[in-house]
């Protein structure tokens, strides 16, 4: 029997930080087991603000090594970037002419995004797009983490809306969110997920931080007022992001971390959390040193002409759905 299919995506500008990893990353991994997997660098969501243009071919070539080095594997799953295959526009566009303007005013993305700056169409237009990535390929299931719920829901309401006005094409996809680890919050406020867009790096622990970049980010973490180790994300959301983060690295359930370290001070409960991290993180570092870009590249362009020859094949039927053939 056919596998069921998976596909997501990540921006390659900002470093991949752990809120990636254990939010998204992690499950893209494991599902490689059991799914048919498509996992894309979505560029063309990355020019959807500001960037830096000498910097972004180089951050994608960096972003496609870290994904391969959290163990993407190429040799099980089509790993390319968005911008080789056109068929995610075209696509984009077809959905775009069935989408409200008003659904996409009032995404929280676009809201948070769209503030103090100019509205574009490319920000607006951003979860059309998105929804082209995932129903291009007919994805059943979509790995993401929390703040992609809303976005999810829109792709599934395309589904539905195109299946309806022109006949049963795509699968109505579920996101996989990952019970733990769905919002890992910002070091320096907690009550803020962690970002790659945020300008204090001492936020975010990136996966490829050295032992002594991690030791220092998480000793700076802040806790909150009063002693005592408990997760208790109204009282003491800093304290329950470390337990979250260290559990998530150490496999450890969050009550035994609460009895062990419930009665020690901070210090040494962030000296474990500390290194957990980077027991957890150790091998990605290693995996990417032993990376040769020049290698990642000649794959990314492999995987980018299979995907093409796939994405066409689809989108030929959507364009006989739509009138747009024969
Ligand atoms: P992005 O960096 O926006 O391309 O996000 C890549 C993936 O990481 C998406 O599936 C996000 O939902 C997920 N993600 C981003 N930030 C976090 C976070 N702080 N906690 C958990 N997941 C996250
Ligand atoms: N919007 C996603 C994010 O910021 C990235 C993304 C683009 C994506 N296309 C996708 C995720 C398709 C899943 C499926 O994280």
């Given at each position: 029997m056919d596998r069921k299919r998976v596909f997501s995506g990540l921006q390659p500008t900002g470093n991949v930080h752990i809120g990636n990893y254990l939010g998204a990353l992690r499950n893209w991994v494991r599902l490689q087991e059991d799914y048919d997997c498509i996992y894309c660098i979505v560029?063309?969501?990355?020019?959807?603000?500001?960037?830096?243009?000498?910097?972004?071919?180089?951050?994608?070539?960096?972003?496609?090594?870290?994904?391969?080095?959290?163990?993407?594997?190429?040799?099980?799953?089509?790993?390319?970037?968005?911008?080789?295959?056109?068929q995610h526009t075209e696509l984009a566009w077809i959905l775009g002419t069935m989408t409200g303007v008003g659904q996409l005013s009032r995404m929280t993305q676009y809201k948070d995004k769209a503030k103090g700056s100019e509205a574009r169409l490319g920000l607006?237009?951003?979860?059309?797009?998105?929804?082209?990535?995932?129903?291009?390929?007919?994805?059943?299931?979509?790995?993401?983490?929390?703040?992609?719920?809303?976005?999810?829901?829109?792709?599934?309401?395309?589904?539905?809306r195109f299946n309806s006005r022109f006949g049963d094409e795509f699968p109505v996809p579920d996101p996989i969110i990952p019970e733990h680890g769905d919002r890992i919050m910002s070091l320096q406020s907690p009550t803020a997920k962690m970002s790659k867009s945020d300008p204090d790096e001492a936020s975010r622990i990136l996966v490829l931080d050295p032992p002594d970049v991690i030791r220092s980010k998480v000793k700076r973490a802040v806790t909150d007022s009063g002693s005592g180790v408990r997760h208790d994300w109204e009282e003491k959301p800093g304290v329950s992001n470390l337990l979250e983060i260290m559990s998530l690295f150490s496999g450890t359930p969050i009550p035994a971390l609460?009895?062990?370290?419930?009665?020690?001070?901070?210090?040494?409960?962030?000296?474990?959390?500390?290194?957990?991290?980077?027991?957890?993180?150790?091998?990605?570092?290693a995996a990417y040193e032993a990376l040769d870009d020049a290698a990642v590249e000649a794959g990314m362009r492999r995987?980018?002409?299979?995907?093409?020859?796939?994405?066409?094949?689809?989108?030929?039927?959507?364009?006989?759905?739509?009138?747009?053939?024969?």
């Open positions: 560029d063309l969501h990355a020019m959807t603000v500001d960037y830096d243009v000498a910097a972004f071919a180089e951050e994608r070539r960096n972003a496609a090594r870290v994904l391969i080095a959290c163990g993407v594997d190429p040799a099980r799953s089509l790993f390319y970037y968005q911008s080789e295959v056109p607006l237009a951003y979860p059309v797009l998105m929804a082209a990535d995932i129903l291009l390929y007919r994805a059943h299931a979509v790995p993401v983490g929390d703040d992609q719920k809303q976005h999810l829901e829109l792709t599934r309401d395309l589904a539905i609460e009895s062990e370290f419930g009665s020690s001070g901070y210090g040494k409960f962030k000296e474990a959390v500390a290194e957990a991290v980077i027991v957890g993180l150790a091998p990605i570092r995987h980018a002409a299979v995907a093409r020859d796939k994405a066409e094949e689809y989108q030929q039927r959507v364009r006989v759905r739509v009138g747009l053939a024969g």
